[in-house]
T-cell receptor, first 114, second 113 residues
Framework: KAGVTQTPRYLIKTRGQQVTLSCSPI?????VSWYQQTPGQGLQFLFE???????NKGNFPGRFSGRQFSNSRSEMNVSTLELGDSALYLC?????????????FGEGSRLTVL | GESVGLHLPTLSVQEGDNSIINCAYS??????FIWYKQESGKGPQFIID?????DKRQGQRVTVLLNKTVKHLSLQIAATQPGDSAVYFC????????????FGKGTKLSVIP
């Protein structure tokens, strides 16, 4: 059974550009969450989606957005990139909402902003 | 805001010894806790979870203890192996039906052969 797949694994952007990251959850999983991981702030919650609906959003500026498609795949977008957006962006999926299954993480997309 | 924190940033243990990783949380509304292991270059890997209506849960070589009175969580790893070397994070959730997790800063466990 394939795990959570994130693409691209590595990317380099410059300030002011935008980026789109993709996440394919484990087959059959309908819930997708996104986290940002940095050495200074650790792991921070970005969004949670279930059945194409955003259920929760973390404390990030409006430059960070996301969506989920009908096949449960998800994308997140960061516009007008800043140096501080350099981070490992992790996607996680679960079969459904909390209390009914484990949350599995992908390997992440490492974004470097120059 | 409220957050989950760790007592120690690093922990070194001899192979074969037991490891104990501690975590303090401050949100009294938290009702679900998870321990994750993250190896270098990889995403967090689920180890074990516990709900607030329990105070102990055991898995394979791991035990999680929850003390709600002092808002303390611990992960015990029995017979620590070199493959256990990683950063360990505790995470908490207070939202029913939501996996919005608040993570601690992590403890780096190094196993000495």
């Amino acid at each position: 059974k394939a795990g959570v797949t994130q693409t691209p694994r590595y990317l380099i952007k410059t300030r002011g550009q935008q980026v789109t990251l993709s996440c394919s959850p484990i087959s059959g999983h309908r819930s997708v969450s996104w986290y940002q991981q940095t050495p200074g702030q650790g792991l921070q919650f970005l969004f949670e989606y279930f059945s194409e609906t955003q259920r929760n959003k973390g404390n990030f500026p409006g430059r960070f957005s996301g969506r989920q498609f009908s096949n449960s795949r998800s994308e997140m977008n960061v516009s007008t990139l800043e140096l501080g957006d350099s981070a490992l962006y992790l996607c996680a999926s679960s079969r459904t909402l909390r209390n009914t299954g484990e949350l599995f993480f992908g390997e992440g997309s490492r974004l470097t902003v120059l | 805001g409220e957050s989950v924190g760790l007592h120690l940033p690093t922990l070194s243990v001899q192979e074969g010894d037991n490891s104990i990783i501690n975590c303090a949380y401050s949100n009294s509304a938290s009702d679900y806790f998870i321990w994750y292991k993250q190896e270098s270059g990889k995403g967090p890997q689920f180890i074990i979870d516990i709900r607030s209506n329990m105070d102990k849960r055991q898995g394979q070589r791991v035990t999680v203890l929850l003390n709600k009175t002092v808002k303390h969580l611990s992960l015990q790893i029995a017979a620590t192996q070199p493959g256990d070397s990683a950063v360990y994070f505790c995470a908490e959730s207070s939202g029913a039906g939501s996996y919005q997790l608040t993570f601690g800063k992590g403890t780096k466990l190094s196993v000495i052969p």
